[in-house]
T-cell receptor, first 116, second 113 residues
Framework: DGGITQSPKYLFRKEGQNVTLSCEQNLNHDAMYWYRQDPGQGLRLIYYSQIVNDFQKGDIAEGYSVSREKKESFPLTVTSAQKNPTAFYLC???????????????FGDGTRLSIL | DQQVKQNSPSLSVQEGRISILNCDYTNSMFDYFLWYKKYPAEGPTFLISISSIKDKNEDGRFTVFLNKSAKHLSLHIVPSQPGDSAVYFCAAKNEGGSEKLVFGKGTKLTVNP
């Protein structure tokens, strides 16, 4: 089945610790995205990547880092610099450009990060 | 500065009736709009979209209407079913720009049997 897999589903972070959230897609999508959702809030964009080895900051990139070494993978690291990391993190992917313009983003089932 | 606004945090309707979810936007450069449905502890699922060259798009029980002059769109669900109970997010994109989506805060729909 084609889709987006996020792991783990639940993650706990200690103070001062970096943690990495995994996102893998087998949809052959060019673009991948990381969002954060807080209670009662919409989804806010952290980082996105439209091509391997390239990524752009979203609206709330501070305290986060990403890499895009492979087309199918876009891991997100929540660093100790992120002072309020407790949230629901969602990864998405989409096709890009050409005849496939305006393709919707497809989402994984998320990772819930909490502070110990 | 919230560019996509869903002013109703919640909506409750009776099974079989129409559900109307509203969304307003402020950025006139937005020209592609999407609705997503989200259950708790799951990722959003794409529902329906509309390009700014249209004013209506229909898919089964779901219809999206776009009023560009008012910068307003709405999602109609007819007839509503209990399984439609979820949070609905409106999102917008600038077709000429990047692939970034801007999301509203969502409306929680409850369909009562």
């Amino acid at each position: 089945d084609g889709g987006i897999t996020q792991s783990p589903k639940y993650l706990f972070r200690k103070e001062g610790q970096n943690v990495t959230l995994s996102c893998e897609q087998n949809l052959n999508h060019d673009a991948m995205y990381w969002y954060r959702q807080d209670p009662g809030q919409g989804l806010r964009l952290i980082y996105y990547s439209q091509i391997v080895n390239d990524f752009q900051k979203g609206d709330i990139a501070e305290g986060y880092s990403v890499s895009r070494e492979k087309k199918e993978s876009f891991p997100l690291t929540v660093t100790s610099a992120q002072k309020n990391p407790t949230a629901f993190y969602l990864c998405a992917s989409s096709s890009l450009g050409g005849r496939r313009r305006n393709q919707p983003q497809h989402f994984g089932d998320g990772t819930r990060l909490s502070i110990l | 500065d919230q560019q996509v606004k869903q002013n109703s945090p919640s909506l409750s309707v009776q099974e079989g009736r129409i559900s109307i979810l509203n969304c307003d936007y402020t950025n006139s450069m937005f020209d592609y709009f999407l609705w997503y449905k989200k259950y708790p502890a799951e990722g959003p699922t794409f529902l329906i979209s509309i390009s700014s060259i249209k004013d209506k798009n229909e898919d089964g029980r779901f219809t999206v209407f776009l009023n560009k002059s008012a910068k307003h769109l709405s999602l109609h669900i007819v007839p509503s079913q209990p399984g439609d109970s979820a949070v609905y997010f409106c999102a917008a994109k600038n077709e000429g720009g990047s692939e970034k989506l801007v999301f509203g805060k969502g409306t929680k729909l409850t369909v009562n049997p």
